[in-house]
């Protein structure tokens, strides 16, 4: 069965730090680029980064940029965001999701979906 868990969510206060985990099962990363989304209370879910198969494409959303870092280890199928100076604005359900295409903000070009992982950053 082909799958995608993320973990690693949890409550922190702002200005903390988490480090989310994207782990595939019954299928190899080492060709999928892989995208991180997220959905607040009442609003879409949103694209927040994505890296490419390789690693040498990587992207983020103007909010995360200089906080978050996305990264990949194929060797142990995860990919990882490191969540720096969270503000209360990044609770939400956090998601990864897997593509064959080139890194990318739309959500149709992704396949495979975690479950999601909630954050919530709240003092």
């Known amino acids: 069965q082909l799958q995608l868990v993320e973990s690693g969510g949890g409550l922190v206060q702002p200005g903390g730090s988490l480090r989310l985990s994207c782990t595939a099962s019954?299928?190899?990363?080492?060709?999928?680029?892989i995208g991180w989304f997220r959905q607040a209370p009442g609003k879409e879910r949103e694209w927040v980064s994505c890296i490419s198969s390789s690693g040498d494409s990587i992207s983020y959303v103007d909010s995360v940029k200089g906080r978050f870092t996305i990264s990949r280890d194929n060797a142990k199928r995860t990919v990882y965001l490191q969540m720096n100076s969270l503000k209360p604005e990044d609770t939400a359900v956090y998601y990864c999701?897997?593509?064959?295409?080139?890194?990318?903000?739309?959500?149709?070009?992704?396949?495979?979906w975690g479950q999601g992982t909630q954050v919530t950053v709240s003092s």
């Open positions: 999701a897997a593509g064959r295409s080139l890194c990318s903000d739309n959500r149709g070009v992704y396949v495979y």
């Open positions: 019954g299928f190899t990363l080492d060709y999928y680029t």
